[in-house]
């Protein structure tokens, strides 16, 4: 299973809100998980099971959708928030797990 | 809470294998219900799963790398291991361990460098 994420790269501005998307090649039910990646750094879980925040991330941070489509929504930039953002897939048939190329979100 | 701490050579030459251990501190390996899963990552690139295994030392892999990698555990040091062999520079990359909670991914270890390079 393929995932594409849209945009490649997203400017904005602090304060501003940000949607992101990640697109499978085919349905992945909910099994789909957000990470926020800085430089130097693993990556961080924001959401699991497309829209369940983990623990102690902000309630700016909201992901939604099911099936092929799915968005990580940041309701309001903070400055710490400018990063790469993953989505990743676990799928039964065919068994695999997958990440998405990732979105880069740069302060404008 | 738990913490991951990959751990093994940086430089490995080509064709040769490439050995990394990831050590599990606040928490047990043995009995959980959790899998424990390698990730890697090219410089500027994205993620890349390669496999995971269960407390029972089941093993599941990425298919494109199934026939070089192995991964293992030792529960009475409550650690984990990847082998992946006949490594060429395309292997060069940051290497992760995670605990793997089927669907996701968390918490990660901190990574390590591995350079594929005569």
């Known amino acids: 299973i393929v995932l594409t994420q849209s945009p490649a790269t997203l400017s904005l501005s602090p304060g501003e809100r940000a949607t992101l998307s990640c697109r499978a090649s085919?349905?992945?039910?909910?099994?789909l998980a957000w990470y926020q990646q800085k430089p130097g750094q693993a990556p961080r879980l924001l959401i699991y099971?497309?829209?369940n925040r983990a623990t102690d991330i902000p309630a700016r941070f909201s992901g939604s959708g099911s099936g092929t489509d799915f968005t990580l929504t940041i309701s309001s930039l903070e400055p710490e928030d400018f990063a790469v953002y993953y989505c990743?897939?676990?799928?039964?048939?065919?068994?695999?797990?997958?990440f998405g190329q990732g979105t880069r979100l740069e302060i404008k | 809470q738990v913490q991951l701490q990959e751990s093994g050579p940086g430089l490995v030459k080509p064709s040769q294998t490439l050995s990394l251990t990831c050590t599990v501190s606040?928490?047990?390996?043995?009995?959980?219900?959790?899998?424990w899963s390698w990730i890697r990552q090219p410089a500027g690139k994205g993620l890349e799963w390669i496999g995971r295994?269960?407390?029972?030392?089941?093993?599941y892999y990425n298919a494109s790398l199934k026939s070089r990698v192995t991964i293992s555990v030792d529960t009475s040091k409550n650690q984990f291991s990847l082998k992946l062999s006949s490594v060429t520079a395309a292997d060069t990359a940051v290497y992760y361990c995670?605990?793997?909670?089927?669907?996701?991914?968390?918490?990660w270890g901190q990574g390590t460098l591995v350079t594929v390079s005569s």
């Open positions: 099971d497309a829209s």
């Open positions: 085919q349905s992945v039910s909910s099994y």
């Open positions: 990743q897939q676990r799928s039964n048939w065919p068994p695999s797990i997958t």
């Open positions: 606040g928490g047990s390996i043995r009995g959980s219900t959790y899998y």
């Open positions: 995670a605990r793997d909670r089927d669907s996701f991914f968390d918490p």
């Open positions: 295994i269960f407390s029972s030392g089941s093993t």
